[in-house]
């Protein structure tokens, strides 16, 4: 478990209508009972809260363990300083409380006066995850307070030792951590408290995904990824198009390269058009499509590529050779399923249906919402890559985990929303996110993009609407 995937899961959480409240209710509830466990009941507890919301899970803990023990509050900081609402409205709870001992220290001097010497049990809810540097005044002093009971009283910790990684921490006896190990945290002892995350978070991919696969990365043009999209034929070229368009508005510069004869249809002048003579790609391409590839960060193959045999020779050795993350989709994913050794050693994503995936593995997937990933978790592992699969609820795996996304609806059956969802996995890819993350918020973004449209038009609506409306999806992701 690491501190980014705390990160967006806390947004999915968020998302799923888990509020701030609940999360803090069950970290100090937890952290309570984890006491009263170990060390009984009827103590004499001191908790120290800071201004933050580790400080609003001491803040809960003391009322929970006001019931049974006598309880001392200590608030280190000032009063206005509290941030949150759930953490003023803990703090509101506690004031009107007359069992609960409340004393606010705001001058490292006074305490560094304190005599805590009554104290069973010390609850240190200082500092967590919100920590940025060493530990300043007066937290500093009351860490250092702490630390002379170590041996003495009890000393738990919330979520981690306060302080940490700074080596001026709190020496705890145990630090009470919530829901997952976080790997980060290292040199203390941790007793787990689930704090009602479902399994959905796991698995679920929601708007952290998403935001979190959207950050940006620099201020200047082409930091913000470069993305290569290689379709069209002489039957199609809206597929490419619809790739690129979609892709053209998350990252900052998108090549179309396309056959001479439907390149021809096209007029974006947000697009960087190569067309290559001729009315398919074939061998002869290889090259100067390479050279192309050599300058982008990311490549998707495959949208209105078509299937003849000059063709799947084509992809089939511009994929030998290049060494770009890439996307494979539509017409290539039979070319490849002919071959599927030029994968041997890529980073790629395959975005099948259900029907290309059985035309690429043998198998057709069905079943549960555990017996399908089992079977894209293995495949996706004996390829090597990633998979995402096209459905009602999109699987993605990379041979070591697996997700679902649930955006989208029926209205989405309309031709060539696949190819709108190859071009945002492509940017997304391109932007430098692994090829989990990016099939993962492709899928979200694809999905919400069509909810949206779908919420002003009905079901009714095309592929080209859906691209349109990526910009609002974008925009409601990062201000969720
Ligand atoms: N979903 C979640 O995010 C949950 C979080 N919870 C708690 O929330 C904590 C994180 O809360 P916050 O993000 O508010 O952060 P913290 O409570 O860890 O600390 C932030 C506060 O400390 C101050 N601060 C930061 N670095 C400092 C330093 N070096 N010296 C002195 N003061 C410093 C900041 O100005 C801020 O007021 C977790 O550790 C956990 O205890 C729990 O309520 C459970 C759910
Ligand atoms: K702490």
């Known amino acids: 478990m690491r501190i980014e995937d705390v990160y967006i899961w806390d947004i999915n959480a968020k998302w799923l209508g888990i509020s701030p409240y609940q999360l803090m209710e069950n970290a100090g509830a937890g952290v309570a009972r984890t006491i009263e466990e170990r060390f009984g009941k009827g103590l004499r507890i001191a908790v120290f809260s800071g201004t933050g919301n580790n400080g609003g899970d001491g803040f809960v803990a003391a009322r929970h363990l006001s019931f049974e023990n006598d309880v001392t509050l200590f608030l280190v900081g000032n009063e206005e300083k509290i941030r949150s609402e759930e953490a003023k409205h803990n703090w509101g709870i506690l004031k009107k409380l007359d069992f609960v001992k409340i004393k606010v220290l705001k001058d490292s001097s006074y305490i560094k006066s304190l005599d805590l010497s009554g104290f069973d049990v010390i609850v240190d809810a200082l500092l967590g995850a919100g920590t940025k540097g060493e530990p300043r005044e007066p937290i500093r002093s009351a860490i250092e307070k702490i630390n002379e009971y170590a041996g003495k009283a009890k000393i738990v910790s919330v979520d981690l030792p306060s302080g940490y990684p700074s080596s001026v921490r709190v020496k705890a006896d145990v630090a009470v951590t919530f829901q997952w190990d976080k790997e980060e945290y290292e040199g203390f002892e941790h007793v787990i408290v689930k704090i009602g995350y479902p399994k959905e978070l796991y698995h679920l991919v929601g708007p952290g995904d998403a935001k979190f696969a959207l ?10 990824g470069k993305l290569l999209v290689i379709g069209g034929s002489e039957d199609y070229f809206g597929a490419p198009y619809l790739a690129s368009k979609a892709a053209s508005y998350l990252v900052d510069l998108v090549y179309l390269a396309m056959p001479e004869y439907s390149a021809r249809r096209i007029n974006d002048p947000n697009l960087i058009l190569r067309p290559f003579g001729g009315r398919n790609f074939t061998k002869e391409d290889v090259e100067d499509v390479l050279a192309i590839a050599d300058g982008v960060d990311a490549v998707v193959i495959g949208p209105g590529i ?10 089939l050795e511009f994929l030998r050779w290049s060494e770009k993350p890439v996307v494979i989709d539509a017409d290539a994913l039979k070319a490849v399923a002919e071959d599927l050794d030029v994968l041997k050693g890529k980073k790629f994503i395959l975005t099948p249906h259900a029907g290309e995936f059985r035309i690429l593995f043998g198998e057709k997937p069905d079943g549960s919402l555990e017996e399908k990933p089992k079977l894209v978790v293995e495949k996706a592992k004996a390829v090597g890559g990633t998979i995402l699969l096209k459905g009602a609820y999109d699987i993605i795996s990379d041979g070591k985990v697996w997700k679902y996304n649930k955006t989208g609806n029926r209205g989405m059956t309309t031709g060539g929303t696949g190819d709108v969802l190859a071009g945002l996995v492509g940017a997304l890819l391109a932007l430098g996110n692994s090829p989990l993350k990016a099939a993962s918020a492709g899928a979200f973004l694809n999905g919400l993009a069509g909810d949206m449209v779908k919420e002003e038009v009905g079901e009714n609506f095309t592929a080209l609407d859906v691209a349109g409306k990526v910009p609002q ?5 990062l201000e969720f």
Do not use: D
């Open 215 to 224: 950050r940006k990365r620099g201020g200047h043009k082409g930091q913000n």
């Open 306 to 315: 078509g299937q003849r045999a000059e063709t799947k020779e084509f992809i």
């Open 473 to 477: 999806a974008v925009k409601w992701v």
